[in-house]
């Protein structure tokens, strides 16, 4: 597909039936803003980890997650599901929504996609392949959430203490080093032929057209306040721009 420019997020985590502790917006306020988006912008980008799947649910029950989600906010996900459909919003799956991609839940939906945006062939993917906890899909992570959820439920304060230290250090910007899942993916690129790669999953978002292969991260929307990550792209370059919500 050709387009001539794109908006991209990821990492908005979702966790639609339980907002603690994470800037919360609400579905029709996140709605309105992508229809707003989808109207300026040829492609509206989502890049993976949209949806929340992995934090209160049962161990491996992401699909039983989604579908909880997905009722409650019924109307937002029928517009989500028809604007994939159109080809309007692209959805890229991310380690915490992998379920989408692996169920098939919204259609047409990959963990990975090469398209065109202002004449140059861009590689689309989440970034969490560059991840040695994430990279099979997500199980280790995944497994190593569930345990510090019993290892909280348990109220031994030490134990806790030991594992939100350990913790801090599982976002993907610690464990790999924002520098080196930048190099993987802009060879990643390179190799498939492609002059631009858009990625998301370390938390940190990055606009850098200093290589022949431009590199963009979107960032993400969890523990912001209330001026979130954005990133456009169009032929003459990535730019991050923040966008402010009122909620």
Avoid at 55 to 81: K, V, Y
Avoid at 125 to 134: K, S, T, V
Avoid at 187 to 194: D, I, N, S, T, V
């Amino acid at each position: 597909m050709n387009y001539k420019n794109a908006l991209a997020i990821s990492d908005l985590h979702l966790n639609l039936l339980d907002a603690t502790n994470r800037f919360y917006i609400p579905p029709p306020v996140l709605q309105g803003y992508l229809e707003k988006c989808m109207l300026s912008n040829d492609v509206v980008l989502l890049l993976g980890d949209v949806v929340e799947t992995w934090t209160g649910s049962s161990f491996g029950d992401t699909l039983g997650r989604f579908r909880r989600i997905e009722h409650e906010n019924h109307e937002f996900f029928e517009f989500l599901r028809g604007a994939i459909e159109s080809g309007g919003i692209r959805y890229i799956t991310g380690n915490h929504d992998s379920v989408v991609y692996s169920e098939g839940l919204l259609i047409p939906t990959l963990n990975r996609d090469i398209i065109d945006i202002g004449g140059r062939k861009t590689l689309l993917e989440h970034g969490h392949f560059a991840d040695f906890y994430n990279s099979d899909g997500g199980i280790i992570g995944r497994t190593i959430m569930w345990l510090g959820a019993q290892i909280t439920r348990l109220g031994i304060v030490e134990a806790d203490r030991i594992w939100r230290l350990f913790k801090r250090h599982l976002t993907p910007g610690r464990i790999q080093g924002n520098m080196r899942v930048k190099r993987y993916y802009t060879e990643k690129a390179r190799r498939l032929g492609c002059q631009s790669v858009l990625i998301g999953h370390t938390h940190v978002e990055d606009a850098d057209m200093s290589d022949s292969v431009w590199y963009g991260n979107t960032g993400c929307w969890v523990g912001k306040t209330k001026y979130l990550p954005v990133l456009t792209v169009t032929y003459s370059g990535i730019s991050k721009t923040y966008e402010r919500f009122d909620t």
